[in-house]
């Protein structure tokens, strides 16, 4: 047999024992087969997509043992009870650990018994683990979450900058680099500090088909979040991402009130509760986590249903990472962001400041606006974003399930533009919009702006037609925010065509968006043995002190469901269900299945 073939079935038969799939999906073959090889690589794939399939059958292919960078301490310990389930032979070191946890993991590695070890990249650089790791057969560095390398990126780790410098110490051993969002620049910036230039690229498909996006504007932001939940996801998993800590904490205690089971998640909770809330959240079902950013990088929770947004990300990256959180089992989920005028004016006002305008923080901003406000399919421009082809017509975001429709704004446009002008460019939104409706209150009379050319010549459109042609004239750039921060708007230079009627604007004609019914999909979850399923694993997962999804994925239940095998060597056959696992779970899963046939 050729040692080429040979290789790849080798890689196969692993990913079919030890973690029970059937078939390896997108580029997750090639990937590995260089690795093994010894190839450095950076692997850019989807949220779900396997990516740490990547590095761990390569570890299992090669001599000594794997170590993987991972920058969060729950997610490493999410990767090595998943690895033990398996029968992988894997640990990991942190501060959160004790002395003599660390010392049996370091004599471990010393041994060669570990196959992967998984490291902070904070701990990675220091003196005694260069020490060690000197002293061990080191079969591949893996660099997870490897965008953080990125000083223009969401989720920059300045630790990340020091790796370069540690790998480069064993110039034989491969690296793989891998993340789910990466640019352009992004991607460079992996490939020089990390990997060096005979790197080879293996970019997949960025395209979450089982995610639908949609995109609304606020009316009442908390209303519209709880009809959402309680519509389409009464009982399912969730994160609601919010700008700030105040806000996440008192948004769960309005869940919380409602009937929900919330928490709050930030930076500025202690350790311990942070601790806490991630361990509920990854063991419960039905838990809802309100979060700053701070919360998600490396949450392997497979069944998230949604994730919603109560405020705009700073970046597409940032919101197709945060959103990629959701669904990483592949059934039907949901990314729901909410946004209004004041949301706007934030990310022009971020723009005016955007760290002394550095070009490619601007151009992200920019490009966030232009998506909240696209009138067409969504997914050419956030896939376009990481430079993938996509023609439209997705039939999976709100454009494409209810097409906007949109009107000639150019005259009103010019209109406010002018108020904005002769007001003084100096007041916000409410205020220009009295002016063009001619409302004579209080302070429309002090400032004397009744008699200005503009006030009364809107008279043809309400309120919340002149606010949202503000909002689109905001997000285009025709206006922006004064720099003092006083809530007032400017002109900018690009107006200038538009007064002068050297072109027109197009603007979408806002519409209320309200919670809709769930997707009718294929569900297991009417069969009463699904219960006694999940009951099984809760308890056998509560015993062994590890997340339920750890044992087996609700995927693997429903597949168990479908197949109701009555034997293990048929139980073997099911997807998700490896050597390992079958062997210390199959005589008792299998008794459930007899107690239910039984009962019918």
Same mark, same amino acid.
């Given at each position: ?13 692993l990913?079919?024992?030890?973690f029970g ?6 580029q ?16 850019l ?9 990547c ?10 043992t ?7 301490i %729950? ?13 992988v ?15 049996a993991?370091?004599a ?7 196959d992967?070890? *998984? ?5 990675? !650089? ?8 000197? +002293? ?5 560095? %893996?660099?997870?979450?490897?965008h953080c ?10 630790e ?6 540690i790998?480069?110490?064993f110039?034989? !051993? ?7 969002t %990466? ?11 990390l ?5 080879? !690229? ?8 089982n995610?639908?996006?949609? @995109?609304?504007?606020?009316?009442n ?9 309680q ?7 969730g ?5 700030s ?8 205690? /309005? ?7 919330a928490?709050? *998640?930030?930076? #500025?909770?202690? =350790? ?6 991630q361990?509920?959240f ?5 838990? @809802? ?8 990088m ?6 998230v249903r949604?994730? =919603? ?9 940032? *919101? *197709? +990472? ?8 592949g ?8 946004y209004?005028?004041?949301?706007i004016?934030?990310?022009r ?15 992200r ?6 998506f909240?406000?696209h ?10 974003y ?7 017509h ?10 906007p429709?949109t009107?000639d ?19 916000g939104?409410?205020? @220009? ?6 409302v004579?209150?209080?302070r ?5 702006h ?7 010549? #809107? ?6 037609? /002149? ?36 072109t027109?604007? %197009? ?20 069969d ?7 009951? /099984? ?7 062994q ?17 479908d =197949? ?17 696992k ?17 009962s019918?």
């Amino acid at each position: 047999m050729p040692a080429d073939v040979a290789h790849a079935e080798r890689a196969l038969n692993l990913l079919q024992t030890v973690f029970g799939y059937p078939n390896f999906r997108g580029q997750q073959a090639q990937i590995i087969d260089a690795v093994a090889r010894g190839s450095s690589a950076l692997a850019l794939m989807p949220t779900g997509g396997g990516k740490s399939l990547c590095y761990q059958i390569p570890a299992l292919m090669r001599d000594g043992t794997a170590v993987v960078v991972s920058p969060l301490i %729950a997610l490493m310990r999410d990767q090595v009870e998943t690895l033990n389930q398996c029968g992988v032979r894997a640990g990991m070191l942190s501060a959160s650990q004790s002395v003599e946890n660390q010392r049996a993991v370091e004599a471990a590695l010393a041994e060669g018994s570990l196959d992967l070890l *998984y490291v902070a990249p904070e701990r990675l !650089v220091q003196s005694r683990t260069r020490h060690w790791l000197d +002293q061990s057969k080191i079969a591949l560095f %893996a660099i997870d979450e490897a965008h953080c390398v990125s000083q223009w990126g969401h989720d920059f780790r300045p630790e990340y900058l020091r790796l370069g410098d540690i790998v480069e110490r064993f110039p034989t !051993v491969p690296r793989i680099a891998l993340t789910a969002t %990466a640019d352009e620049t992004t991607r460079h910036e992996i490939i020089e500090r990390l990997l060096g230039p005979q790197a080879q !690229v293996f970019v997949d498909s960025f395209d979450r088909t089982n995610i639908r996006y949609r @995109i609304g504007l606020k009316h009442n932001p908390k209303a519209q979040l709880l009809a959402f939940i309680q519509t389409e996801h009464p009982h399912d998993a969730g994160i609601v991402y919010c700008a700030s800590r105040k806000k996440t904490e008192q948004l769960a205690q /309005w869940l919380q009130n409602k009937g929900l089971k919330a928490l709050p *998640y930030h930076a #500025g909770l202690s =350790a311990e509760a942070r601790h806490e809330h991630q361990a509920r959240f990854l063991n419960e079902d039905g838990l @809802i986590m309100c979060a700053t950013i701070a919360f998600g990088m490396g949450i392997d929770k497979p069944n998230v249903r949604f994730v =919603a947004h109560l405020d705009v990300p700073r970046s597409i990256e940032a *919101y *197709y +990472q945060e959103t990629g959180r959701a669904g990483r089992d592949g059934a039907p989920s949901d990314a729901w962001l909410i946004y209004g005028i004041q949301d706007i004016i934030q990310v022009r006002r971020l723009l005016g400041e955007s760290l002394n305008n550095n070009a490619q923080d601007r151009s992200r901003l920019e490009a966030m606006l232009g998506f909240l406000e696209h009138c067409n399919c969504r997914r050419p421009v956030l896939l376009g974003y990481f430079n993938e082809h996509h023609p439209g017509h997705c039939g999976q975001c709100d454009n494409c399930l209810h097409p906007p429709q949109t009107w000639d704004a150019t005259e009103p446009a010019r209109k406010a533009l002018s108020c904005v002008f002769r007001t003084g460019q100096r007041f916000g939104a409410g205020h @220009i919009v009295d002016v063009l409706r001619g409302v004579s209150n209080e302070r429309v009379l002090r400032l004397g702006h009744d008699k200005l050319s503009t006030f009364g010549i #809107g008279l043809e459109l309400d309120q919340s037609q /002149w606010l949202s042609i503000i909002r689109q004239l905001l997000a285009k750039g025709h206006i922006e925010p004064v720099p003092e921060g006083s809530g007032g708007l400017r002109l900018t230079e690009q107006s200038r065509a538009l007064l002068k009627n050297e072109t027109t604007l %197009a603007c979408r004609i806002d519409t209320v968006t309200r919670a809709k019914k769930p997707r009718q999909r294929v569900t297991h979850h009417e069969d009463p043995l699904w219960a006694r399923l999940r009951q /099984w694993r809760y308890e056998l997962a509560r015993e062994q002190g590890v997340p339920p999804y750890v044992i087996f994925h609700d995927k693997t239940l429903e597949a168990i469901i479908d =197949a109701r095998p009555d034997s293990l060597e048929q139980l073997g056959q099911v997807h998700g269900v490896g050597r390992h696992k079958l062997k210390a779970h199959g005589e008792s899963l299998l008794e459930v299945l007899w107690r239910d046939s039984v009962s019918h």
